[in-house]
């Protein structure tokens, strides 16, 4: 995720598509990261608050 530029899809379906795991293993393989304060992730909302995107944070050392 760190080696890719800032504009690009780090959407569950965009990071699979860059390997070999399926969806449930990035779903995963995310979860952890943030349980390890490697990753923020928080939802973009629209004006009627339904959930547009995600925001990712990656970070090299975890955050506190």
Do not use: C
């Not at 995107?53 to 970070?59: G, K, L, R, S, T």
């Amino acid at each position: 995720m760190l080696s890719n530029p800032d504009d690009w899809d780090y959407s569950i379906r965009g990071l699979a598509s860059q390997n070999r795991d399926g969806l449930d293993s990035v779903r995963t393989g995310l979860k952890e990261l943030e349980a390890h304060h490697y990753l923020k992730r928080e939802k973009v909302r629209d004006a009627q608050g339904h959930i547009i995107d995600y925001d990712y944070q990656i970070f090299e050392q975890p955050f506190s």
